[in-house]
């Protein structure tokens, strides 16, 4: 993920927000940490504190203005995370 490598899911769900809809198929897995909650994408967690890099949220292409637990899911929406530096 960060060599910009992708991986695509179609998610049917009854879950309101994306955090809990991408929880309840074990896509993502936050865990509180010193410094807030940390998202494992795929099995694979950045940390920005140890190399710089972390999980953007992204809706239709657009930098999320709201986290995942806060993001409505709307169908017909794509939701993505890009590993930034």
């Known amino acids: 993920f960060r060599d910009g490598s992708q ?3 179609t998610i049917n769900t009854n879950e309101t927000t994306v955090g809990k809809a991408l929880q309840q198929v074990g896509i ?6 010193d410094d807030g909650m940390y998202v494992t994408v795929a099995g694979q967690t950045l940390d920005y504190n140890k ?3 972390y999980w953007a949220f992204y809706e239709n292409g657009e930098y999320a203005m709201t986290g995942i637990n806060d993001t ?8 993505s995370f890009k590993a930034q530096k």
Do not use: I
């Not at 409505?72 to 939701?79: E, I, S």
């Open 7 to 9: 991986t695509q899911y």
């Open 28 to 33: 993502v897995d936050p865990a509180d940490g």
């Open 51 to 53: 190399d710089g890099y």
């Open 72 to 79: 409505p899911l709307v169908d017909g929406k794509k939701y």
